[in-house]
Nanobody, 124 residues
Framework: QVQLVESGGGLVQAGASLRLSCVAS????????MGWFRQTPGKEREFVAA????????YYADSVKGRFTISRDNAKNTVYLQMSSLKPEDTAVYYC?????????????????WGQGTQVTVSS
């Protein structure tokens, strides 16, 4: 079993930056595809960014491309989401996810494990 714990969320003004972290425990996730998703009330969870186990494959949602950067440190069992030029529409609960059997984790149906989420609020 894998436990994922996100941190780094908060309340910021538009244009600011935040870095989210997701620490995995229970098992090493070095060979897992990892992803970030987000959800706002009343809406379905949406894909944000994904990274393959070795970091060679990286995908972003069009809405965050050029502003967000996903990375991972397998030695620390941690994946990051650097968010820059934040907009009010980025406000959401951000979830970390892991998939041991996927090359890239770009849909929530692929994920086997989820974190509890961290709130990001961007004020205008």
């Amino acid at each position: 079993q894998v436990q994922l714990v996100e941190s780094g969320g908060g309340l910021v003004q538009a244009g600011a930056s935040l870095r989210l972290s997701c620490v995995a425990s229970g098992r090493t996730v070095n060979r897992y595809a990892m992803g970030w998703f987000r959800q706002t009330p009343g809406k379905e969870r949406e894909f944000v960014a994904a990274i393959s186990w070795g970091g060679a494959l990286i995908y972003y949602a069009d809405s965050v491309k050029g502003r967000f950067t996903i990375s991972r440190d397998n030695a620390k069992n941690t994946v990051y989401l650097q968010m820059s030029s934040l907009k009010p529409e980025d406000t959401a609960v951000y979830y970390c996810s892991a998939a041991p059997s996927a090359m890239i984790l770009s849909t929530d149906a692929q994920a086997d494990y989820w974190g509890q989420g961290t709130q990001v609020t961007v004020s205008s």
